[in-house]
């Protein structure tokens, strides 16, 4: 299925409700709720919504706060970014949300498995703490779009195999950035399917999570976000890697034009599947 991350731009209603209804009119399937400046919804307004979207079948995902470095210098820090964790996957619970999607963190001048030994220890304390109250809400760290930040493929791959209860959001735009270029034909999207198929087995091919937008970037990685046919990501090689991978899931746009290339990217995928 495939939607917008966030309320799509040409919604009337800007509320979460609202956000749902018109994804549903636009015949797309699928919407992240934002809440990258802070969790700000109750939990009265998480089940409204939560019921609205069972009403239309419209499936959600969260996206957790920005605010979150597990990998911090300072360990209040840490702690705040496992305890924003837990709270954006008790409202998604409410919600009905199935996946949390977060950046985990950023490397400093610590190595890379440095790195992952603690996003991995401080994941496991979040999961300790979400298992115990019955929260089987999925964890997915996000592919990052810059070298300072951790979260390159095989670093993710790693995480969800050493963590219960986490499986990755793959960030296609992210990749290709912090790669400068890389990661953008056919081949090179299969390669980053069959990694990811070789490590997690089908508890991941029948339940991926993607991000896929036009980007800009430079030697550092990720600039900003672009509309898709204003960047030079190659969006009908990837949509054909993920069907001859059979991968199933959500795709979730974050185009500048969100709605808009949501619905280009879906058209794309049913024309090429019908095509065989």
């Known amino acids: 299925m495939f939607g917008t991350a966030g309320v799509p731009l040409t919604a009337t209603d800007r509320s ?20 990258v400046n802070g969790v700000r919804m109750g939990e009265e307004k998480a089940r409204k919504v939560g019921a609205v979207a069972i009403e239309e079948n419209v499936a959600l995902t969260c996206h957790a706060p920005y605010y979150i470095n597990l990998n911090s210098r300072e360990p209040e820090k840490i702690k705040a970014s496992r305890d924003r964790i837990i709270h954006t996957a008790r409202i998604s619970q409410i919600l009905g949300v199935r996946s949390v999607i977060f950046h985990p963190a950023f490397n400093h001048d610590d190595s890379p498995e440095v790195v992952l030994a603690r996003v991995v220890r401080e994941l496991n304390l979040v999961r300790e703490t979400l298992d115990a109250e019955g929260n089987d809400v999925i964890l997915r760290p996000e592919t990052t779009g810059k070298g300072t930040q951790f979260g390159d493929l095989a670093e993710t791959i790693r995480i969800a195999k050493e963590v219960s209860g986490v499986l990755p959001c793959i960030d296609f735009s992210h990749l290709h950035a912090r790669t400068n270029g890389r990661y953008n034909s056919y081949d090179e999207f299969c390669e980053i399917l069959n990694e990811l198929a070789e490590g997690l087995r089908d508890r991941w091919v029948k339940n991926v999570h993607f991000h896929i937008s036009g980007i800009e970037y430079g030697l550092k990685g990720e600039k900003r976000h672009l ?50």
Do not use: M
Not at 16 to 35: D, K, M, P, T, W
């Open 16 to 35: 979460s409700e609202g956000g749902v209804r018109y994804i549903r009119a636009l015949n797309l399937g699928a919407l992240e709720i934002e809440f």
């Open 227 to 276: 509309v898709l046919k204003e960047s030079d990501l190659c969006y009908k090689e990837l949509l054909k890697a993920c069907l001859t991978f059979g991968v199933e899931g959500l795709v979730i746009c974050e185009s500048p034009n969100l709605e808009e290339d949501a619905l280009l990217l879906q058209q794309t995928y049913l024309a090429l599947r019908k095509q065989g």
